[in-house]
């Protein structure tokens, strides 16, 4: 798994209720499985759907932009959206509906207000590229680019609270340090845990 799951699936207690929005091929949703939790995947793309069930990963092929409706209320203990967050068009939406269908959530997403991505912007005047956004502009999923400061704000007025925030290095691995003193300008990535 990507270093970043792994800090995600760190965060998640056994025996667990998980929903994960925009699972990708399911990876995460099978760690956690072994480990006991009970999961649900929701994905758009065939390609993902089709790798979910070839892990035997409980997946439904949905737009999570279009909202959660056929979930109930406070049906999971958690939501995950792992480096989903910036490629949908309605984040405010999202975390609404986690907040709904859940009492905590984990969100992860690279920080666009990394020092590397504004430095390639000012040295070079183009869109920045990093191994946690790995596209050029043109081919990006990414279409709400956010730092954590943003992130932190939305956050807190869609009604969540940081539980536990750990910031990530390049290579999705936990960083500290000095990182912690300036996370918005020194983490290239972050993890949160969110509770209501």
């Excluded at 792994?6 to 499985?33: F, H, K, N, Q, T």
């Excluded at 939406?93 to 590397?116: D, Q």
């Excluded at 502009?137 to 969540?160: K, M, Q, V, Y």
Aim: glycine fraction near 10%; charged fraction near 25%.
């Amino acid at each position: 798994m990507r270093p970043d799951l792994d800090v995600i699936a760190s965060l998640v207690p056994p025996g667990a209720r998980v929903l994960d929005l925009g699972c990708g091929d399911g990876a995460l949703l099978e760690e956690l499985m072994r480990r006991g939790n009970d999961v649900l995947g929701v994905e758009i793309s065939d390609d993902g759907v089709l790798a979910c069930m070839a892990r035997g990963v409980p997946v439904l092929q949905d737009d999570i932009d279009e909202g959660l409706g056929d979930l109930a209320d406070d049906a999971f203990d958690i939501v995950i959206m792992s480096l989903t967050l910036q490629a949908v068009r309605n984040p405010a939406l999202i975390l609404r509906e986690m907040h709904r269908v859940a009492g905590r959530g984990i969100v992860s997403f690279p920080n666009f207000g990394h020092w590397r991505l504004r430095a390639q912007l000012a040295a070079k005047g183009r869109m920045p590229v990093s191994p946690l956004l790995p596209y050029a502009w043109h081919e990006t999923p990414n279409i709400r680019l956010c730092s954590i400061t943003d992130f932190e704000a939305l956050a807190g007025a869609e009604g969540f609270r940081v539980e536990q925030r750990i910031l990530l290095d390049d290579g999705g691995r936990p960083v500290g340090g000095l990182s912690e003193r300036a996370p918005n300008l020194l983490a290239a990535g972050v993890v949160y845990l969110l509770n209501r």
